[in-house]
């Protein structure tokens, strides 16, 4: 081709066109497969991170269903036939069923008066007007800053002094005290961000202020209140620090306390000691796999900023 002919198809505007569209198809493939790429990438990052947090939790469970002489020996990641006679020596030689009920009554107490004492608190802080209380919410969170074990010799002394040394009662009131502030700031910024027009029509329509809070500020924090009942939950069903110290007796032990009590100096029965753990992890799944909205939920109203 001679120059002429390059420079007369070069000044040709539909030749022009083409290659902008040829180029602009390369540069939109290219923009497909940079985000097929970084698509990629973030999936199997999410994978990486799954693994690596659920695997000890699958390796406990299928451990716990082998043999106890094929405990140590046996790599395989599946335990086929599953060998349930760590559970039944578990339930049999041990006080279990004794301990879980000792757990289910502290975290279903926990539960109920951090839900109900959080509501009302947490209400009152954000629809009453007086002085500190931003200071009051943000305080009740002080006692995060400290170890459990912090707290918790200075409640076993005050626990024996009134009498509720060695007592659920006594247990109670610990679990109460690490788990309230956390529901008190959780549904103080949950009602900071309700508008209280909707109170206002209440009362209008002949609802006095509780009938109000009752009958439509509780109905609409749903997912606050259940977000408060779940954290509630996993702090008095996990806690060993507040049981072991302010728990004395066999019979009063929570299901921690009495599974680290299986671990004895000369005789480890790994098998029991798995089986129990993965025992005790089946609640937290099974409130996540029912609650996981409500969860989200609740957490992203609560950092709304009213």
């Known amino acids: 081709m001679s120059k002429q002919e390059a420079h007369s198809l070069a000044g040709r505007p539909d030749v022009g066109n083409a290659e902008l569209t040829v180029a602009g198809a390369v540069r ?5 497969y940079l985000k097929a790429l970084k698509r990629i990438a973030l999936y199997a990052a999410v994978v990486v991170v799954c693994v690596y947090s659920f695997f000890p939790i699958y390796w406990m469970i299928v451990s716990s269903l082998r043999a106890p002489d094929r405990l140590f020996f046996d790599t395989s990641l599946l335990a086929w036939p599953p060998d349930f006679s760590s559970y039944v020596s578990l339930l049999q030689l ?10 289910t009554l502290m975290a279903t107490g926990t539960i109920i008066v951090s839900m109900i004492l959080s509501a009302f608190i947490a209400y009152g802080a954000t629809r009453l007007r007086f002085r500190g209380k931003t200071i009051l919410i943000a305080s009740m969170l002080f006692a995060y800053m400290f170890p459990p074990l912090m707290l918790a010799i200075p409640m076993a002394a005050v626990f024996r002094s009134i009498g509720l040394a060695d007592s659920l009662w006594g247990l ?7 788990s309230l502030p956390l529901g008190v700031w959780l549904l103080w910024g949950f009602f900071k961000s309700m508008p209280f027009d909707l109170e206002e029509a209440a009362m209008v329509d002949g609802c006095s202020q509780f009938g109000a809070f009752f009958r439509v500020v509780l109905p609409l924090s749903a997912p606050g209140l259940i977000t408060v009942g779940i954290f509630s939950f996993l702090l008095s069903w996990a806690d060993y620090v507040f049981a072991l110290i302010l728990i ?4 009063k032990k929570t299901l921690p306390v009495a599974l680290a009590s299986m671990l004895g100096a000369q005789d480890l029965r790994w098998g029991e000691i798995l089986a129990g753990s ?3 992890a ?10 996981y909205r409500y969860f989200v939920a609740g957490l992203s ?6």
Do not use: E, W
Not at 172 to 178: N, S, T
């Open 28 to 32: 939109h493939s290219q923009g497909r």
């Open 248 to 251: 004395m007796s066999d019979q």
């Open 94 to 103: 041990t006080s279990y069923l004794s301990s879980l009920l000792n757990s």
């Open 301 to 306: 109203a609560g950092a709304v900023k009213g």
């Open 278 to 280: 993965s025992l005790i």
């Open 172 to 178: 109670l009131i610990a679990h109460l005290a690490i």
């Open 282 to 291: 089946l609640p937290l799944f099974v409130v996540f796999a029912f609650c």
